[in-house]
């Protein structure tokens, strides 16, 4: 995957992006037209204003703060508008109105969602916002501030004898589609050995860096099911043909992404919490049909939610 950059003041334009295509034809061109068609447009941003009282915990002399997105998924999660350069979702929202409370510039650059959260402790990023699952294991090295409730889901086509997926030894066999460096490749790889601890064949963990290929290896019938955000599988069952979402297996709460020890934080989570009073954050979540993951206040690197 290439790395492409985006800079802005508060808005996100891309004017230098290059859109990689797979395949050739214009069939697979008018697909991608087709589908860009769905993804909302609805400016729910841009007239936010700059809440002072939020933008004095920032540190001193902030003006400016870059923040990774991995871009490649499918709606809420980040993708591109029809003109297949400009990148939109529910953190591209979140992300765009919190600038704006702060009253601070953005670099936005897209980087791979499994090299994000690395690269936040050598500086090359201020903060990531990608969906990223508040964990325990996480909390060791990350900084967290929440913003939506989401978590882990699994999907399968309609022609799999899978209902309800409430054990992981359930899968054992079985081929699970998942992506790279997710909290979901850490609980399948962590809990392989259910399926051996009971002298059962292992499932195999099939990981791939677009959720593209995820979907094409489901489709395909080369995995047997996906495991991957609540959101995402219901927005992609509701809008891709042959499949069905079985059911939500663990919350996790979501957040922005720092470097451990950050002092943004505070900044952050009163920004988040101005969203919510003003119905800014309302506005996002019913723009990406996500209402079942509102929060009622934000908060910095909270326990991981156990269910």
Known sequence: MRTRNFAAFVSITSAALLLTACGSGGSAASAVAAKSDEVPTTDVVSTERKDDAAARLLPAGTTHLTVAISVGGTPPGTTYLSDGKTPTGQDVDFTKAVAKVLGVGLTVEQASFEAILPALDSGKYDFGASNFGVTDERRRTIDFVTYINDGQGFAARKDSKLTKITDLGQLCGLNVATGAGTTFEATLEENKHVCTDAGKKPYQVQTYSEQSAIWSSVQQGRSDVVMSTINGLRYAVAH????????????????????????????????????????????????????????????????????
């Open 240 to 307: 891709q043909p042959g499949l069905r979402f079985l059911n939500e297996y663990h919350r996790l709460d979501v957040g922005f992404a720092f470097k451990k020890g950050t002092r943004l934080a505070p900044a952050f989570q009163a920004a988040v919490n101005r969203l919510l009073a003003d119905g800014t954050y309302d506005r996002i979540l019913r723009k990406w049909g996500t209402t079942g993951s509102a929060v009622h206040t934000s908060r910095i690197s909270p326990p991981e939610l156990r269910n």
